[in-house]
């Protein structure tokens, strides 16, 4: 069981992300890639910040990916996601699975990012010309002091 999970500060390579699953073995790679949008909801969205509990988020992106490793044989896994201020356009996650098959490659991909989204310790906080906000605690609206 291969498996790569990471937090970066930097810019995604996405070359990199592949890199990490592709092999002999592996006759399918699946990517997925979640890019900062410039709406949503159907309001403006100028920027993103991600905001993480590091070593819970990676511990907890490691376990996921484990038990998507036990569930479906020979694939490979790699996810990175981003932390702090993104542009539009940047991507915020890359996902990626290998497997001798298609099938497994695009199951594997598409359960890792699903899983991750629902269970790390990950924030995300849009702003837009109406301010900012924590996407996902709509009832918790920032006060002036947090809009910039």
């Given at each position: 069981m291969t498996t790569f999970v990471a937090l970066s500060e930097t810019a995604i390579s996405v070359d990199e992300t592949i890199a990490r699953v592709r092999h002999g073995g592996a006759g399918g790679v699946a990517v997925f890639l979640g890019i900062v949008r410039d709406t949503n909801d159907g309001k403006a969205v100028?920027?993103?910040e991600?905001?993480?509990?590091?070593a819970m988020a990676v511990a907890e992106m490691r376990r996921?990916?484990?038990?998507?490793a036990t569930e479906?044989?020979?694939?490979?896994?790699a996810i990175v996601h981003r932390?702090?201020?993104?542009?539009?356009?940047?991507?915020?996650?890359?996902?990626?699975?290998?497997?001798?098959?298609r099938v497994e490659a695009f199951r594997?991909?598409?359960?890792?990012?699903?899983?991750?989204?629902?269970?790390?310790?990950?924030?995300?906080?849009?702003?837009g010309p109406d301010g900012a906000h924590w996407v996902g605690w709509e009832s918790?609206?920032?006060g002036a002091s947090e809009r910039r």
């Open positions: 100028t920027r993103l991600y905001e993480a509990y590091g996921i990916a484990d038990e998507i479906i044989p020979d694939v490979r896994l932390v702090g201020a993104l542009a539009i356009g940047d991507i915020a996650v890359a996902c990626a699975a290998s497997a001798p098959h594997g991909c598409r359960e890792l990012i699903d899983r991750v989204k629902a269970r790390a310790p990950i924030w995300k906080r849009e702003h918790a609206p920032l």
